[in-house]
């Protein structure tokens, strides 16, 4: 597919429940091309046009438009959209293969470096923070521009054989252009996407998509936070000494008085 037609695709996953009622205006707008795009996009996966596309998918989908969410103002359809969203990354979960895989690479590898540019800047700085709990060497890279490559060799240089990704909408260029050397200077590289179509999607080893909430004026990214809370916990699985080291920062913790109980 073409750049275009993967937006306008993973516009649709991320608003599985209702494109079979939109039409190709509103689906324009919220894939942010235009409508001839929507249209040409339809014949190109063989249907005579839009119209067609969208009688398929309500042939597929359930027959009455999901949620008795009518009476919901926005703020409760926004938090009642990530419940789907964080369904349909348990539903996803049912074959922990790809997620226990991950969490190999990830324990494997010293230096364990982290990259999340703009938007997804929290969920790796989350998860570098709970990560290094339990991993020897995480190195947590949030800043884009010239010193990334700079960041991505020194972890090289050092021992690293995988790079853990978070990329959420919108996708920065820097980040494909990073994975792109990651993977040049030979490192495996694990992606945390909100979809399959993202645009990270061809430049990544392991992709793990958790869809983002779209219903407010920024993404909600529930889903991408909770599978980076799965991938600690593959990762501790895959570090024979994680419970010690969890052991030892809670006893210095206590002795510091570091929380109030």
């Known amino acids: 597919m073409t750049p275009t037609q993967r937006r306008i695709a993973h516009c649709m996953v991320r608003r599985a429940a209702d494109a079979p009622?939109?039409?190709?205006?509103?689906?324009?707008?919220?894939?942010?091309?235009?409508?001839?795009?929507?249209?040409?996009?339809?014949?190109?996966?063989?249907?005579?046009?839009?119209?067609?596309?969208?009688?398929?998918?309500?042939?597929v989908a359930p027959t009455d438009k999901p949620g008795d969410t009518g009476s919901y103002n926005e703020y409760q359809q926004a938090v009642q959209a990530e419940i789907d969203n964080l369904r349909q990354l348990a539903a996803a979960l049912a074959d922990p293969s790809p997620v226990s895989e991950a969490g190999r690479l990830l324990a494997a590898s010293r230096p364990l470096p982290v990259l999340g540019l703009r938007a997804a800047t929290a969920q790796a700085a989350g998860f570098s923070y709970f990560?290094?709990?339990?991993?020897?060497?995480?190195?947590?890279?949030?800043?884009?521009?010239?010193?990334?490559?700079?960041?991505i060799d020194a972890a090289v240089r050092a021992g690293a054989s995988a790079l853990l990704c978070f990329a959420l909408p919108r996708h920065p260029r820097e980040v494909v252009d990073a994975l792109d050397y990651a993977r040049t200077a030979g490192l495996t590289v694990v992606t945390v996407a909100d979809s399959a179509f993202a645009p990270v999607a061809h430049h990544t080893d392991l992709l793990l998509p958790a869809p983002v909430g779209t219903g407010l004026a920024f993404d909600t990214a529930c889903a991408p936070m909770l599978l980076g809370r799965v991938l600690l916990e593959a990762m501790c699985d895959a570090l024979p000494d994680a419970q010690a080291r969890l052991e030892q920062f809670d006893a210095g913790a206590a002795a510091r008085g570091l929380f109030v109980e």
């Open 21 to 59: 009622f939109l039409s190709s205006v509103e689906l324009a707008e919220l894939a942010g091309v235009s409508q001839p795009s929507v249209t040409r996009f339809a014949v190109a996966l063989g249907f005579d046009g839009y119209p067609a596309l969208r009688r398929h998918l309500r042939e």
């Open 131 to 151: 990560a290094r709990k339990v991993h020897p060497d995480v190195r947590l890279l949030d800043e884009g521009g010239t010193m990334l490559a700079d960041r």
